[in-house]
Every structure is written in structure tokens, then in C-alpha cells.
């Protein structure tokens, strides 16, 4: 066959072209450290890749979800603390006003501390996180407490003090939750029937009852029953608390399970596309001498034109 000086050209060029390609394909792959930088490459491995990378920006939104279920049980405990806190309180007063040697003008300044613990408990049950009541159920546009001419309500319900089964399932049925995994929702709020409770037990109807028997001059048998009362609205109130330490809990061996996840996700998306950069390094070196040595020798090939003699 007989080799013109256009096919020694056109064969260079194709060549250059070759090892211009593989030096541009390892120089991306260091770049990227990824093997893969079209499907192209390994159609079977990019398909494997995107699934992996979509199940770990899942595992990031579930994350998120989990620290913001924390915060807001977090938040929730914060407050029925202080709630047990007051219980607390109301008992050592309801004790002290039972004295027999106590004047009618200190169960007076009982009377008016007690008040001011009623004010405060409306200001923990009414309380807002991130724009929400976090006892208010559903509700997000108003406090769900209100306290109208001595009459307590509550979302929906008109007085606390007379709600039927049926209001006070309905509200007890509406938890806030967040999604943790396409099948569950893990429920963080408690209700503020539950915190306050419904009936003529509840507690601002509590308050309300020891403010007028402290109305007296001696002693009461009423006055003793009283610390009872707040006694076992602490109780209530502990089991709330433990309830929310439970959840916290969960919500930490959830948290876990999803950081040894997106662990387990990042290793098996390397070993799919990812480069040993040594190997890599080594290729790219040995391209580039390639090429290099083609252009040497191209240099040497290319036919001279009378201009390379003209000076």
C-alpha cells in the first residue's frame, strides 16, 4: 500500500486526538474522584451511583427531620419542667396555708403568689417553638388556652371544666409528628388536655379552688386536702415527662442508625465510582509521555514546506 504524506497527517492528528482524549479523561477523574463521568463509562455503576446518592439526600432529609423532632421534645420537656416546678410550689404553699398559726393576712399573700403561678401556667401551656404552640395540637394560628370571665378553653372546646369524651378525644388525636422513614411518623407534641387535663380536676380549675379556700380565716381541713391534689397533678405531669424522655430516647438509637447509614451509603458510593488515585496518577503520567513522544514524532514526520526555508 502505498503511504502518502496526507495519511501520515491525517493518522498523527487521529492519534494526538486519542491521547489528548485519555489525558483529559484522567485529568476529570482526579478533578472529580470519580471514575465515572458519564453512564457511558459504566452504565450498570452510574444507575447503582444515582440510587445511592438519591437513598443518602433521603438519609439527610430524615436527619433533619430527627433534629427537629429533638428540639421540639427538647423544648416540650424544657416546659413541663418548669410546669412540675410550680406543682412543686403550689404544694409547699397549700401545706403553709394549712398552719393553724397562720393569719388571714398571710394566706392573703399566699392567695396572690398562688395567682401569679396561675398566670405563669398560662404562659407555659400557650407557649410557641419555631411559630408553633407546642401544646396546641394542630393550631398554629392562636393560643390554644384562653381564659375568658373565669371559663378556660381550649381549641375547640368551650370549657375545659365540661368537655365531653368525644372534644376531648378529638383533641387528644391531634399530634404534631415527622416523617423519620417512608413508613413511619414519629408524634412529638402532647396535647394540652393532657398537660392541663379536662373536667373539675384540671389544673387551672385547681388553682381557682385554692384561691377560694384560702379565703378564710383559720384553718381547713380543705387547705391540707389541697397539697394531695397538687401532689398527684405532679404525678400526672412526671409521667408526661417520662413519656417525653422515652421519646427522646428513641429518637437518639433513630439518629444512630441513620449516621452509621449514611456512612455505610458514602463507602458504597466511593467503592461504585470511585478513582485509586495512585493508579490514576500513574495513567495520566503515562498519557502524557505518550503524548508527548507523539508529538516528537509528528514534528519529525510532517512534510517541511518551502516557507520552513525561507529566512
Not at 60 to 87: F, G, R
Not at 259 to 283: H, M, P, R, S, W
Request: proline share 2%.
Amino acid at each position: 500500500m502505498r503511504v502518502v504524506q496526507n495519511m501520515l497527517t491525517s493518522s498523527l492528528l487521529r492519534n494526538l486526538h486519542s491521547n489528548l482524549n485519555n489525558l483529559n479523561k484522567y485529568q476529570n477523574q482526579l478533578s472529580t474522584n470519580s471514575r465515572i463521568l458519564r453512564i457511558s463509562d459504566d452504565p450498570i455503576g452510574a444507575v447503582s451511583s444515582i440510587q445511592i446518592k438519591n437513598d443518602i439526600k433521603k438519609n439527610e432529609q430524615y436527619s433533619k427531620n430527627i433534629s427537629d423532632a429533638q428540639s421540639w421534645l427538647n423544648e416540650t420537656e424544657s416546659n413541663l419542667y418548669e410546669l412540675n416546678n410550680i406543682l412543686i410550689r403550689m404544694k409547699e404553699l397549700a401545706n403553709q396555708s394549712a398552719n393553724g398559726t397562720f393569719t388571714k393576712q398571710q394566706r392573703d399573700a399566699i392567695k396572690e403568689e398562688v395567682l401569679q403561678m396561675r398566670d405563669q401556667l398560662l404562659d407555659i401551656v400557650n407557649t410557641k417553638f419555631a411559630g408553633k404552640y407546642i401544646f396546641g395540637g394542630y393550631n398554629t394560628t392562636s393560643a390554644p388556652f384562653k381564659i375568658n370571665a373565669g371559663t378556660v378553653s381550649y381549641n375547640s372546646i368551650s370549657d375545659i371544666s365540661a368537655a365531653t369524651p368525644a372534644e376531648i378525644d378529638y383533641e387528644n388525636d391531634q399530634v404534631r409528628s415527622f416523617k423519620l422513614s417512608p413508613s413511619t411518623s414519629f408524634g412529638v407534641s402532647i396535647p394540652g388536655t393532657k398537660v392541663v387535663g379536662c373536667g373539675s380536676d384540671n389544673l387551672f380549675a385547681l388553682f381557682e379552688g385554692f384561691v377560694d379556700a384560702l379565703d378564710t380565716d383559720v384553718a381547713t381541713p380543705e387547705l391540707v386536702e389541697y397539697a394531695s391534689k397538687f401532689s398527684k397533678a405532679q404525678d400526672d405531669v412526671l409521667s408526661l415527662i417520662s413519656d417525653v424522655g422515652g421519646r427522646q430516647k428513641r429518637l437518639e438509637h433513630i439518629n444512630t442508625r441513620y449516621e452509621n447509614e449514611f456512612i455505610n451509603l458514602a463507602e458504597l458510593d466511593e467503592k461504585t465510582v470511585g478513582i485509586d488515585q495512585a493508579e490514576v496518577i500513574t495513567y495520566f503520567r503515562m498519557a502524557e509521555n505518550t503524548y508527548n513522544t507523539a508529538l516528537q514524532v509528528g514534528a519529525r514526520i510532517i512534510q517541511r514546506s518551502l516557507v520552513d526555508f525561507l529566512s
